[in-house]
């Protein structure tokens, strides 16, 4: 047994101002969320299997009986609903992640710590961002691969990443929020396949939805998930822009007004549940 | 060093319905060690979470060598190491890369997180794991490095929640082992543990909680002298006999005997355990009682409640206390 735990006392740390603790802590917190995926890489591989799936089952499969507005493709309809669905997908990722911090009692020992409050989360959006990027890049490649293009230059087609992103941060306060309110990682892992599904399948994602019966077609219309969609496929050059609608002419607008308004919704909701631990 | 590490002062604390804390004091004098003792649902957890900032209470004060925990957390989060009842490491993480995790948001950098992080590893005898996944170490083993995380920079006060519950006696001796070692270098350390022999080999001065407040205090060989040592216990075939039983009994022992009727049962503490067990035989042989079952047995948790609160656990209302606890000395081998 060593005795160098007396020596320690004078390295203890002094207290750094506020705002170099939050960024501090957050990006050690980042670190060891991407490390987490270094470590378990099948679960990622998990997660990219799921989308490149669809986009063969659909593309391939179900895609020759599909019909496109405007005789596009159907494949290169396909990605940019492929691209949000992952992110939406995303959702499991991030609310297994907090349900397990919170389940096991890591997240004890974190806020038992002199350690900045926001570096849970911080750590945890940031870590998922990079991991979104990750995943796109991997689509990115296989619809290179299956004949999908951005026909519209790379300046346009990086706005349509950051658009994708941008769906992804809201996704993430939402899964922050379901990790917290139900802390158990199964029932997690349950729960956001039947929220995610009918928001994938009620969408612009596989089907246009001008080719829905009218009032289903206008639900899909006004979903979220359509929004980032639609204004994808604008910026890629994609087919399927939809029709004359307000919302199919605004989608730009509400690719970047759903998820900040998504946002401004889950955020607080979180940090309030986190709060509630103390109760 | 005159300012207590642990203070609590009628701290209350109720979920709902349940009351958890209910008056809750404590004092625990710098660099001692301090057992808190009693069966779940006492409230042990919850006041170790009260002090280490997790939970809000609803009155009274607690503090960490004088900084209010409500009031001054931030403060009060610098001072303190809590290791959890659930090991509460990051099970993905190798043991090596959790040290170097909370060694960095500790405020260490890069290349002190590695020193401490090799050192503890050694200390802790985790060396030969610390590139395995904590998800895969034994339950002893977490608990070490569960420990180890607490010690990264020497805390002013640690938290140990049932810091052996569920482990073999073996990795149990092991960490006792560990926690051992870090004592004694002026950390205070406030334990909670259900076994009255845990708090025994590592706490100096011992609370037992029972239904959310402290109801006995003292040294290990304080409360033992309170609860009593073996017990004789005889049943006999009629209930006509007990009384005669009982009185013999008494006669032996020289302790006031306990009769329970519906279990046709006679019980007294003894000192002498072989002496007297085998008096009592020959005598109940004497007098003619037929007996069921003979036997020694030492007091289980239920019944050192019992005779330091002078009810079950979980009863609702204290009842005056037992007389036949004569403020006897007794020693119990442990």
Redesign the interface.
Known sequence: MTTELTATRPIRPDQPDRQVRVLRDGWTMTKRNLSHVVRSPEEIAIYFSLPIMFVLVFGYVFGSGMMVPDDGSYREFLLPGVFAMTMLYGMGATGTAIAYDVGRGVVDRFRSMPVARSALVVGRSVADLVRAVLEITVLVVCGLAVGWQWHRGIGNALLAVGLLLMLRIAITWIGIYLGLAVPNPDVVGLIVFPLAFPLTAVSNVFVAPELMPGWLGTIAEWNPLSATVAAVRELFGNPGLGGDTWIAQHSTLMAIGWPVLLTAIFAPLAVRRYQHLSR | MNEPAIVADGVRKR?GDTVALDGFDLIVPAGTVHGLLGPNGAGKTTAV?IF?????FDSGRATIAGYDVARDA?TV??L???T???????????GR?NLL??G?????SKR?ARR?AD?LL??FELTDAATK?AGQYSGGMRRRLDLA?S????PDVLFLDEPTAGLDPRSRNRLWDAVR??VG??TTVLLTTQYLDEADQLADHISVMDSGRVVAEGTADDLKARIGGDRIEVIVHHAGDLRTTADLVERITANRADVDLDQRQVSAPVRERVAALTEVVRALHDTGVAVEDIGLRRPTLDEAFLSLTGRPTGSPDPAPEPSHESGRREEISA
């Open positions: 979920y979470r280490a900032t997790l939970l809000r931030g989060r610098g303190i190491a809590l959890g009842q659930y090991a509460a490491v990051d099970e993905v993480l190798s890369q995790l909370f960095q948001l500790l405020g260490l002190q401490r050192e050694e200390q996944s995380a010690l990264i920079r020497t070692s870090v270098r002026g």
